[in-house]
């Protein structure tokens, strides 16, 4: 097995054909990973997401990691890590950038599940739509070749 480094545009072919990824915060010192669904405009990951505790450890800690892979087997796969910070989308300074969001998530069917989903207390149904903004990134790819 090879494994090669990936250049920055073959980093953002791979966030741009892919739409899971897992996001991974930390708050206090404690890592928490959970996937998410996202959209990539060619220069931040978009999401939309109910308040949980994501949400809330965003909002404390908006430094975030980003793990998009695409695998095949143990010895064929690609990963992306994308590092930056969370930022909301709201108020009068964000409505460009919503509107950006709204545009993405709509190229895709049921774009709003799986947050808009029922969620079970203590988590509220309130409709949060945030931008992961890139500060760097890099990937891998390994194959037999």
């Known amino acids: 097995m090879i494994v090669h480094e990936l250049s920055e545009s073959a980093c953002r072919e791979i966030l741009g054909r892919s739409h899971v990824a897992r996001v991974a915060c930390s708050r206090q010192g404690q890592p928490y990973i959970v996937p998410i669904s996202y959209d990539f405009d060619g220069e931040a990951l978009y999401g939309f997401s109910t308040l949980g505790q994501k949400v809330i450890w965003m909002r404390e800690n908006p430094r975030v990691c980003v ?79």
């Open 67 to 145: 793990e998009v892979e695409e695998i095949d087997n143990r010895f064929q796969w690609t990963t992306v890590l994308v590092f930056g910070h969370y930022e909301e989308l709201r108020g009068d300074e964000h409505a460009a950038a919503r509107e950006r969001a709204r545009g993405l998530f709509e190229e895709r069917e049921t774009w709003w599940l799986p947050a808009a989903a029922k969620v079970n207390p203590p988590e509220h149904h309130v409709p949060i739509v945030y931008r992961i903004v890139i500060e760097w990134m890099t990937g891998r790819r390994a194959g037999r070749t």
